[in-house]
């Protein structure tokens, strides 16, 4: 089974930027749609941005639109979201995760990704 492994959170001030990686374990890895979440302490975890198997379509929600870019290289098995401007409120534990299954489009749902990585903490300070 594809393992995913995802690096580059740290800690950064307002304003700030940060890439955050994910590395899939198989080559299997280029047929899948890719997304990007993160959870706050005492939140539910939400869709961030995610990336068809080609790369050739992106879908991001609002309040990252303009600031996060996602982005793959199908060749080193990687997916990437970089993080430009950040804010206080994007502090998270954020997730890479997969969906296997055949699809059309960019699912936005938890349920949807059946493959996810381990998590990466990304705090940004005021």
């Known amino acids: 089974q594809v393992q995913l492994v995802e690096s580059g959170g740290g800690l950064v001030q307002a304003g700030g930027s940060l890439r955050l990686s994910c590395a899939a374990s198989?080559?299997?890895?280029?047929?899948?749609?890719m997304g990007w979440f993160r959870q706050a302490p005492g939140k539910e975890r939400e869709f961030v941005t995610g990336?068809?198997?080609?790369?050739?379509?992106?879908y991001s929600v609002d309040s990252v639109k303009g600031r996060f870019t996602v982005s793959r290289d199908n060749a080193k098995n990687t997916v990437y979201l970089q993080m430009n401007s950040l804010k206080p409120e994007d502090t998270a534990v954020y997730y890479c995760?997969?969906?296997?299954?055949?699809?059309?489009?960019?699912?936005?749902?938890?349920?949807?990704?059946?493959?996810w990585g381990q998590g990466t903490q990304v705090t940004v300070s005021a």
């Open positions: 995760a997969a969906t296997t299954a055949a699809t059309t489009g960019i699912a936005t749902r938890t349920a949807s990704y059946d493959l």
């Open positions: 198989e080559r299997t890895f280029r047929a899948y749609v």
């Open positions: 990336i068809s198997a080609n790369g050739g379509s992106t």
